[in-house]
């Protein structure tokens, strides 16, 4: 895919983060929620998209999948001009996308963080990934994955194990020591469908540890795109040069955030998350005693 553009000297350069990802016309999840989650962490976000949805926040109604050459060109042309310090894999969908981005990947200069979303169903549970594509996922993408970042019932999946809960700490980690063994580097399994909603962190260098990244469930927020938050946050914050824990523990607290403030009053159904605080401007903006300009 040739060179990636130089980096300009001293170290004051902007972070480039790519997102290879689906497009989600309702703007609540997929590149459009990772662009929004670059722009919150202070990095400049990019984009090779791999399908078209056409959704809102009750359904899907289409998933177009990109060609597997317009998506290759995609990076090509961003590694080659603008070049990237970490990459968030998001939506695939097929079996030849898979395999495109897997030979990406590869690609990329050595040591760029590859963080690893392996989105499979929508909110409103429309499939996004198709069976085939699954097993390509696992043999082709994970073990190229920095960061793999499921929820609980994603981890099953992966590890192919019944779809029972995992809802007490001994269960969670032996699930997320199962999603390890596939391959990639580091496991964040992430706790949106856990009482407790606490990740755990898990290093492929240090198997026996597992760290529990603490945070609140927010019931009464909006959730649709917290998983795509989530992975484009970190992958913002290792681009930034944060360690991986640390960076987990930015995306912890910046996605629950999200969900506590999304905007429940957008659509009929699960409302999206939001980074920027929207709903708290506009208040601030109706007011009668409002300030001036909003920064």
Same mark, same amino acid.
């Given at each position: ?37 670059? =722009? ?101 993408? @994970? ?15 992966? =590890?192919?194990?019944? =779809? ?10 032996? @699930? ?27 290093? !492929? ?32 914050? @290792? ?6 824990? !640390? ?49």
């Amino acid at each position: 895919m040739g060179a990636p553009t130089p980096r300009p000297p001293g170290g004051e350069a902007t972070r480039r983060v790519l997102s290879i990802a689906g497009s989600d016309s309702g703007g609540g999840a997929g590149i459009q929620a990772d662009l929004k989650a670059f =722009a919150r962490c202070g990095v400049h976000g990019m984009t090779a998209v791999t399908a078209i949805t056409a959704q809102n926040t009750v359904g899907v109604s289409v998933v177009a999948p990109v060609a597997p050459e317009v998506v290759l060109e995609q990076i090509r042309c961003v590694l080659e001009d603008i070049g990237v310090d970490a990459v968030k894999v998001g939506m695939l969908g097929t079996v030849e996308v898979t395999l495109a981005v897997a030979r990406a990947l590869d690609q990329l200069p050595p040591a760029t963080p590859v963080v690893v979303d392996q989105v499979m169903v929508s909110e409103s549970g429309a499939s996004l990934l198709d069976p085939d594509a699954q097993r390509v996922l696992l043999a082709e993408i @994970l073990p190229r994955a920095t960061v793999l970042t499921p929820n609980v019932s994603e981890a099953r999946v992966l =590890a192919g194990e019944a =779809a029972e809960p995992a809802d007490d700490d001994a269960a969670a980690q032996a @699930l997320a020591r199962a999603v390890l063994a596939l391959g990639p580097r580091i496991v964040v399994l992430t706790g949106g469908h856990r009482s407790s909603a606490s990740d755990l962190f898990l290093d !492929s260098a240090d198997p026996g540890s597992v760290v529990s990244i603490e945070g609140r469930r927010h019931p009464d927020g909006a959730a649709h795109g917290s998983g795509c938050t989530h992975s484009s946050t970190l992958a913002a914050h @290792l681009a930034l040069g944060d360690d991986p824990l !640390s960076a987990a523990r930015a995306a912890k607290a910046i996605a629950s955030a999200a969900v506590r403030d999304g905007l429940r009053s957008v659509g009929g159904g699960t409302g999206p998350v939001d980074v920027f605080g929207l709903a708290a401007r506009f208040r601030r903006r109706s007011a009668p005693d409002a300030p001036g300009p909003l920064t």
